[in-house]
């Protein structure tokens, strides 16, 4: 019993590592869910609907939104208007805001 108790408390925080590490993804965020609906999230900025939303330009894109937690060169990211999925770099959604210049 012992041994079993000291066993799982060594796997178990080097488990939680492992996904934080990148083990286990979020899924990605669903176009078709409320809130991706509400704010016009797109996984392509190229299908942002451009009759509804008027602020979108040629160029906008999730990698250069100042709510984008990637960094460069990450397929997917999280953003916090999303919590508990993940963003594609290519999308877009009408609370773009770009990232001021580093
Ligand atoms: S807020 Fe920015 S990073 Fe988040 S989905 Fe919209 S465009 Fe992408």
Request: aromatic letters at 8%.
């Amino acid at each position: 019993m012992q041994t079993t108790r000291r066993r799982f408390i060594r796997i178990v925080p080097a488990a939680g590592a492992a996904l934080l590490a990148g083990g286990a993804r979020a899924a990605m965020v669903d176009e078709a869910s409320p809130q991706a609906r509400a704010l016009g999230y797109v996984a392509d900025a190229a299908r942002a609907d451009k009759s509804r939303f008027k602020q979108y330009a040629a160029g906008q894109r999730c990698t250069v939104c100042a709510l984008w937690q990637g960094r460069p060169g990450d397929a997917v990211a999280a953003c916090p208007l999303f919590p508990g999925t993940q963003v594609d770099a290519r999308g877009w959604c009408s609370a773009f805001a770009k990232r001021p210049a580093s």
